[in-house]
């Protein structure tokens, strides 16, 4: 089962990320962070016209997901927008080749400054779901 918990973190919003899969790993984390950008915006059923390719390489499946999230608040902070879908055309430990669906938005709840490294490490529950931790600064 997805699912996001949020943890307190001094000056930092922590989020507990799981999926039943690399992907669902990769959307739960989206979700996530696009939740906390506008509260609960991506929970809701709505249009999503924007439409935006995104290509990233990285040494590891863990940086791969940092810097997804990390481009995807690039792209939000560069068009007003909240991204909610995510479709993968390819995704594996080194490489991600994306479209995301999203919508702009008039502004945005929290401000995030940007994703880390810090906590992030992807491992394998004892449920056999992916999890891992990732902070925001805000």
């Known amino acids: 089962m997805d699912a996001i918990e949020y943890i307190p973190h001094t000056a930092d919003i922590r989020l507990k990320v799981t999926g039943s899969s690399p992907k669902d790993l990769f959307e739960t984390a989206l ?4 939740n906390l950008m506008r509260n609960h915006y991506c929970d809701k059923k ?17 940086t791969l997901l940092i810097d997804f999230l990390s481009e995807v608040l690039t792209l939000s902070n560069l068009h007003q927008a909240i991204y909610c879908r ?8 080194h490489i991600l080749d994306a479209r995301l669906f999203g919508a702009h938005v008039r502004k945005f709840d ?17 449920t056999g779901e992916f999890e891992t931790m990732i902070v925001f600064d805000i």
């Not at 979700?31 to 696009?34: A, F, I, P, Q, V």
């Not at 995510?86 to 430990?93: C, K, W």
Request: hydrophobic letters at 35%; zero cysteines.
């Open 110 to 126: 929290e401000d995030i400054k940007a994703v880390t490294y810090h906590e992030a490490n992807i491992t394998h529950s004892p």
């Open 31 to 34: 979700t996530g962070m696009s």
């Open 86 to 93: 995510v479709y993968f055309e390819q995704l594996s430990d």
């Open 46 to 62: 709505r249009e999503l016209p924007l439409d935006i390719k995104i290509k990233l390489d990285a040494p590891d499946f863990t």
